[in-house]
């Protein structure tokens, strides 16, 4: 059996607020213990098995949390934001202040994103020094040529004192409007995008699926997102 702390406490730990300031919502009943409103904030709870929520969003007794989610088109990839929705405003069963995305998508680009509160973590797969790969799924305006895939394994200049590192280009599908997989260890601003406008192609729709190992689950829907699981954490911090 997992330990037993009282809920007060458990949510304290959390840092959903202060102690005073937990005790009272737990008397208004905005505290739920699987699912059932609890009144009482000494009542024992069991870390690990009891389902604790606060306003029906979920806190998980945790030092560090790791969802992946797939990203849709037009949520910007920020923590807050004035304007727009954010991929944190996404997580909304989840309430933890520090959760933040692990580098950023455009806001018309989908797919994986991971989202944590692992400093440590988002800066190893982060750092250019790591080289983690990133691989992302694009349909091009235009037909993508072997000479293409030559020129992106050579180094492409998108107008940066250096050109970019090497990169692999897939050609899944060559027609008018082509598909490609490209395999990038770099994180610079709108870098697929440029990369392909520096060999006069347009980049029409934009996808992440891959990210240091990890994959996007396809079971994901957009706007979808879970925790990863055991292997998919060890797989990051190999
Ligand atoms: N490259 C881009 O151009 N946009 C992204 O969102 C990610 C990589």
Not at 200 to 209: C, D, F, H, M
């Amino acid at each position: 059996m997992g330990k037993q702390l009282r809920l007060d406490k458990y949510l304290s730990d959390m840092n959903v607020g202060t102690r005073s300031e937990i005790k009272a919502w737990i008397r208004k009943g905005r505290v739920a213990v699987n699912s059932k409103a609890c009144l009482k904030p000494e009542h024992k709870v069991i870390v690990g098995e009891d389902r604790i929520s606060f306003d029906e969003q979920e806190i998980i007794y945790e030092k560090f949390l790791y969802y992946m989610l797939n990203k849709p088109d037009g949520v910007v990839s920020a923590t807050e934001d004035k304007i727009n929705k954010t991929v944190i405003d996404l997580l909304d069963t989840v309430r933890r202040k520090d959760l933040f995305p692990v580098g950023r998508l455009d806001k018309d680009t989908e797919g994986l994103l991971l989202i944590t509160n692992d400093g440590d973590l988002a800066h190893r797969l982060l750092s250019p020094k790591k080289q983690v790969d990133k691989v992302y799924y694009a349909r091009i305006n235009g037909r993508v040529t072997d000479e293409d895939a030559a020129l992106f394994l050579s180094g492409i200049s998108i107008g940066e004192a250096k050109p970019c590192l090497p990169a692999k280009l897939d050609i899944l599908v060559s027609d008018d409007i082509s598909e490609i997989h490209l395999t990038i260890q770099e994180g610079k601003y709108h870098q697929v995008k440029r990369m392909f406008e520096a060999l006069g192609k347009e980049v029409i729709y934009l996808k992440r699926i891959s990210m240091g190992g990890l994959l996007l689950d396809s079971s994901l829907k957009p706007g979808d997102y879970r925790r990863l699981t055991e292997d998919e954490l060890e797989l990051l911090n190999k």
